[in-house]
């Protein structure tokens, strides 16, 4: 139950169901038996997916069949969900059983009905298809949360695709709870008595391998001659449609031929569930040869090990995943010496087979349907809680050119003003060296925004810059009163390293050559100390304004020392701290975070460092999952979060300058590898600043480029800072000058306003 209080009550499922023969209408008739046995009370319909010329005698809780090919079918159950009320729709989906282009017609489905949708995915790939990863995309966006079954396949589809892995929960496939059983005792009931059995259970298909299993065979005999090979399963449906039972004959020819006909049995029966376990009660070893690792996870593998018994399978994903818990053998695909080899070592060693056989058996009840349907519940309940009334923000999908008046505003012939109390510039706090860098990256940034104007602005900013340098302490000044009295000799090291920053920004990218030869001038004074910061932060700053630098000057030695020395202390604090659970180069989360990865995979293509690179993916990926609400909007590290060791970040506050990070460094990956999770990423970084963000409030204003200081616990912040403001505009000019600010979000309907 939800923290509302609300429970699911009726949901539709929809995907194949029994008495049609595959592994999906098992399973979803199993789930729904095991949600039925969880609350009695839920009403669970099952929408039943019907191949081409498929007549099946439904049991009654199929309410609706859907014609894999027919659209009419697929609107016809949108209209009947709607008008039953129901609370969830919950899809079982495998790109074959849907028609249209990798299933597309599902779509047509849940773009009409009106109920939550959770998808359960029982097959993700990593190269998909462009329609595949059409479809996947789509139901990522319609799904309320996405359902896999491995920790692999989450990570999968986080990285394929770019789903935020908040929006992912792994639920294990169901398994039924049996007692561990006796394993001689279970061989009389077939006859397999005296026999040490092997088995492979399934749909019978080329993909299965079996043949590298009758091959292995004659040395297995050798060793064991009371082995016995049982093949469990029918041939696969579509397969006798196109070949009849041609590829079970040609088995059968094969073990002739290899003179293994006494030890192979082929039991030609679709089993059902009670049946296959007990058959799964009478074996040694449980066997499974397939021949393409693209199966992410296997209802057949985990009953297997569900009811204890030792594996010894190709590293197909799942069967990967399950074997490095210690309940199997791996073997490589078509290898019949290995498949050989590991299964005479077993079948030698009873305690080893043992001790397998308990470890599988602890797994299994970890599986098992109760656990699933709570999982499933649980899942529901969430997805069907109330949620934030959400009204209409104009301008979401706009292209939002940069706009100066709010900068303006806070300007003098001094600089850029720090703070405001509202809109209004608030002169107790004077000025810094940040932000009049941030100001001067700004005006060289703002592409056919340019104007006299902007370049009158680029000569103040780089004035306050030059003020700041102290050239006897090799650092810059930062904070700056109203009266124009510096309040320190020396600035803290992001202080400098933002300066440089700016400054390599101006030396590349100025319009005017003059600024850009007082640009080189400063860099080559002040780049000297950069080699002896500390501060990670300022490690990043410092390098990407070497970075910037050198597009203007390739070849210049001191910049490219920066980004070499900087980038090796980077991914040397990322080594030394990141864990499993925490890919981050300190032990807290802080400021700025985004530039931190942003600054290591510049220095990796500068350098052509390719492991320095792909580090500083790894890490921004990191940062994005953790940046990510569950219902997919950019959640900013709240500054609450700092000083708080290995913990996940707090929301609140949320600095506009994270979304601008976040922004410029997914730009930055996605002009490295193309890959769309980055666009997606940059996006929606973006529409925080319009809506969408965890109080459903714009942050920003198009129509001045003001922009507000932050999202609190209890609101926006009004005022409309210097940091802020540069933020938002240095935002839209990243957005606008990569092309990427789309005309068609992808929820252009709403922002979020709670009420």
Not at 14 to 41: E, Q, S
Not at 436 to 446: P, Q, S, V, W, Y
């Amino acid at each position: 139950m939800n923290a509302h209080g609300k429970r699911t009550g009726h949901i539709a499922l929809i995907g194949n169901h029994p008495p049609r023969m595959c592994g999906i209408a098992t399973f979803t008739a199993d789930v729904r038996a095991a949600l039925m046995a969880a609350r009695p009370d839920l009403i669970a319909d099952v929408y039943a997916m019907d191949e081409p010329g498929g007549l099946h005698a439904y049991p009654p809780q199929v309410v609706c069949q859907i014609g894999q090919a027919d659209l009419a079918d697929y609107r016809a159950a949108a209209r009947r969900i709607n008008q039953d009320g129901v609370d969830l729709v919950c899809v079982q989906h495998e790109y074959g059983i849907f028609g249209g282009a990798a299933g597309a017609h599902l779509l047509r489905l849940l773009d009409r009905v009106e109920a939550p949708v959770v998808v359960t995915l029982h097959t993700v790939l990593a190269d998909p298809s462009p329609e595949q990863r059409f479809v996947i995309d789509a139901l990522a966006r319609r799904a309320d949360r996405l359902i896999v079954m491995t920790e692999r396949a989450r990570n999968m589809l986080q990285r394929v695709h770019g789903v935020p892995l908040a929006r992912i929960a792994v639920v294990a496939h169901g398994v039924p709870d049996r007692p561990i059983a006796d394993v001689e005792a279970a061989k009389a009931r077939f006859g397999f008595q005296g026999r040490k059995v092997l088995l492979t259970f399934g749909l019978l298909s080329p993909n299965k391998g079996i043949e590298t299993m009758i091959r292995a065979l004659p040395a297995i005999a050798a060793e064991h001659p009371d082995v016995l090979y049982v093949v469990l399963g029918a041939t696969h449906p579509q397969l006798v449609i196109q070949q009849g039972e041609a590829y079970r004959e040609r088995l059968a020819v094969l073990a002739r031929e290899l003179g293994v006909e006494p030890y192979v049995r082929f039991i030609n029966e679709y089993t059902e569930t009670d049946q296959l376990l007990d058959y799964l009660e009478a074996v040694d070893i449980y066997v499974t040869p397939y021949l393409n690792e693209a199966q992410i996870t296997s209802g057949t593998l985990s009953y297997a090990v569900a009811l204890g018994k030792p594996i010894v399978s190709t590293p197909y994903w799942h069967a990967a995943d399950l074997i490095a818990e210690g309940v199997g053998i791996e073997v490589g695909f078509g290898d019949s010496d290995g498949f050989a080899r590991a299964i005479n070592t077993l079948l030698a060693d009873p305690e080893r087979r043992e001790a397998m056989r308990q470890r599988a058996y602890a797994v299994g009840r970890t599986m098992i349907w109760p656990r699933l349907a709570d999982a499933y519940l649980d899942i529901f309940d969430r997805a069907i809680a109330p949620r934030p009334l959400r009204l209409p923000v104009a301008g979401r999908g706009d292209r939002i050119a940069p706009r100066l008046a709010a900068v303006e505003r806070l300007t003098d012939q001094c600089g850029i003003i720090q703070h405001s109390v509202f809109s209004v510039p608030d002169r107790h706090h004077g000025y810094c060296v940040d932000d009049n860098a941030r100001a001067l990256i700004l005006m060289h940034r703002l592409g056919d925004a340019r104007t006299e104007r902007s370049e009158a602005l680029a000569t103040i900013y780089a004035g306050f810059v030059q003020h700041a340098w102290n050239r006897d302490r090799g650092m810059f000044r930062n904070f700056m009163a109203y009266d124009r009295r510096w309040l320190e000799e020396v600035g803290s090291e992001d202080s400098f390293g933002r300066a440089l920053w700016a400054v390599g920004v101006t030396a590349a990218e100025a319009r005017r050559p003059d600024l850009r030869r007082w640009a080189r001038h400063l860099f080559d004074e002040a780049a000297p100390t950069a080699l002896k910061l500390q501060n990670h932060r300022s490690l990043a700053f410092a390098m990407l304004g070497a970075e910037a630098l050198l597009e203007g000057q390739p070849g210049h030695t001191l910049a490219y020392r920066i980004i070499e020395t900087c980038g090796r202390r980077l991914a040397l604090a990322l080594a030394e701290t990141r864990r499993p659970e925490w890919v981050w180069f300190e032990p807290t989360l802080g400021y700025d975070n985004a530039r931190l990865p942003e600054a290591l995979i510049r220095a990796g293509m500068v350098l052509g460092d390719q492991r320095m690179h792909a580090a500083g993916l790894e890490v921004l990926g990191w940062l994005d999952r953790i940046q990510t609400a569950e219902d997919g909007h950019f959640r900013a590290v709240g500054n609450e979060s700092f000083e708080r060791p290995f913990a996940p970040p707090l929301p609140y506050d949320q600095q506009p300058v994270e979304a601008w990070a976040m922004i410029d460094a997914a730009l930055t990956a996605w002009a490295a590898t193309r890959d769309p999770r980055w666009h997606a990423a940059a996006q929606r970084a973006w529409r925080w600043f319009l809506g969408d963000n965890d109080l459903g409030q714009p942050v920003a204003s198009a129509a001045d480029g003001s922009c507000f200081d932050g999202l609190m616990r209890d609101g926006v912040n009004l005022n409309t800072g210097a940091e802020s403001v540069l933020a938002f505009q240095l935002a839209a000019c990243a957005m606008a000058q990569t092309g990427l600010v789309s005309d068609s979000p992808e929820r252009p309907e709403t922002g979020a306003v709670a009420v």
